[in-house]
């Protein structure tokens, strides 16, 4: 009669384990949370939308193989092909500005602003701002100078949105030291566009030195757009 022991503990490849070793327990992979899940088909998307060069010939069909996913898993979280799109290409964006205008809220909060303080800030603001451009350049082209229609949806319900929420959370710091900000609008623009610039040389010119270059732009945007902050002029 064999031993059914033995038998309960025959390995997949056929043979059983060595006296004294305990046998091989195999776990199943871990299920990946909703939020998790949507994040790798987010990714999966811009690889996809960036090696076709195009959102209109990009299939889900081809996102889907790229993330290793059926196609319903992908209509489980986005309604359509243009909400991938542009969740893809906005949310990098969106989440830095959130990270920013959080940034901001508190930048004076356990001391007030110096003028070197208010330049590092800034610095830091430019620095972020260029890593995120950078990296959904390629996806940002497609989306800004593709189809006007839908390039004009795009920087008025998400781009302008976004520039809109930083310029009034710098209107709220330069309040608080009792100046009024008359163009916070337009500083926004400045500064996202002297980004956008700079993520271009950075990604497309091996000679750009980016902390010389943002070291030169950020003093001139404070010189140029921002009052200069006396700690002793906060108001508590």
């Given at each position: 009669m064999a031993d059914s022991t033995a038998e309960q503990t025959v390995s997949e490849s056929g043979h059983a384990p060595d006296a004294g070793t305990e046998p091989e327990v195999r776990t199943r992979p871990r299920r990946l949370t909703a939020e998790a899940r949507k994040s790798s088909i987010l990714k999966a998307a811009r690889q996809a939308f960036v090696?076709?060069?195009?959102?209109?010939?990009?299939?889900?069909?081809?996102?889907?193989?790229?993330?290793?996913?059926s196609e319903g898993v992908i209509y489980r979280h986005f309604e359509s092909k243009d909400q991938l799109f542009y969740e893809a290409v906005f949310e990098p964006l969106r989440q830095a500005i959130d990270e920013l205008v959080a940034a901001t809220e508190v930048v004076d909060l356990d001391e007030p602003l110096t003028p070197e303080r208010q330049v590092e800030t800034l610095n830091g603001l430019y620095r972020q701002l260029i890593a995120t451009l950078?990296?959904?350049?390629?996806?940002?082209?497609?989306?800004?100078?593709?189809?006007?229609?839908?390039?004009?949806?795009?920087?008025?319900?998400?781009?302008?949105?976004?520039?809109?929420?930083?310029?009034?959370?710098?209107?709220?710091?330069?309040?608080?030291?009792?100046?009024?900000?008359?163009?916070?609008?337009?500083?926004?623009?400045?500064?996202?566009?002297?980004?956008?610039?700079?993520?271009?040389?950075?990604?497309?010119?091996?000679?750009?030195?980016?902390?010389?270059?943002?070291?030169?732009?950020?003093?001139?945007?404070?010189?140029?757009?921002?009052p200069t902050l006396e700690p002793t002029r906060r108001r508590r």
């Open positions: 090696e076709t060069g195009d959102m209109n010939g990009t299939t889900i069909k081809q996102i889907a193989e790229r993330g290793g996913i950078e990296e959904i350049l390629p996806l940002l082209g497609l989306v800004l100078f593709g189809d006007p229609k839908v390039a004009r949806r795009f920087y008025r319900k998400h781009f302008t949105v976004a520039m809109d929420r930083l310029a009034e959370a710098w209107r709220e710091v330069e309040d608080r030291y009792g100046f009024e900000f008359e163009s916070p609008d337009i500083s926004a623009r400045a500064v996202m566009g002297i980004a956008l610039v700079l993520a271009l040389e950075s990604r497309h010119n091996d000679l750009f030195n980016r902390d010389r270059a943002i070291s030169l732009v950020t003093e001139s945007t404070v010189k140029g757009f921002f």
